[in-house]
């Protein structure tokens, strides 16, 4: 497995394109906080069994409460240029 650190800047700038490459490449990036923590971003297959997703749903309330929020709630396009 390929881990890439990436800075947090970076991140910011290009939302977009960092995730992009993280799912094309399948690497995970491990981003460097501004108070060093780090954060680890990694690709998910949807066609394969993800236990992460499966452990979460059947033993985290607030999970699910989450994912049915979502669930229920008009989807929205991915903005490139959110401005934030």
């Known amino acids: ?18 995730l992009t490459e993280c799912a094309e490449t399948g690497e995970t990036f491990i981003v460097e906080m501004p108070d060093h923590r780090l954060i680890a971003i990694q690709a998910l297959d949807p066609s394969e069994d993800d236990s992460l997703l499966s452990d979460l749903l059947e033993s985290n309330e607030a999970f699910k409460a989450l994912v049915a929020k979502s669930k229920a709630s008009a989807r929205k396009p991915f903005a490139a240029d959110s401005g934030n």
Do not use: A, C, F, K
């Open 1 to 18: 497995m390929v881990i890439n650190t990436i800075p947090l800047s970076r991140l910011v700038t290009d939302p977009r394109g960092t």
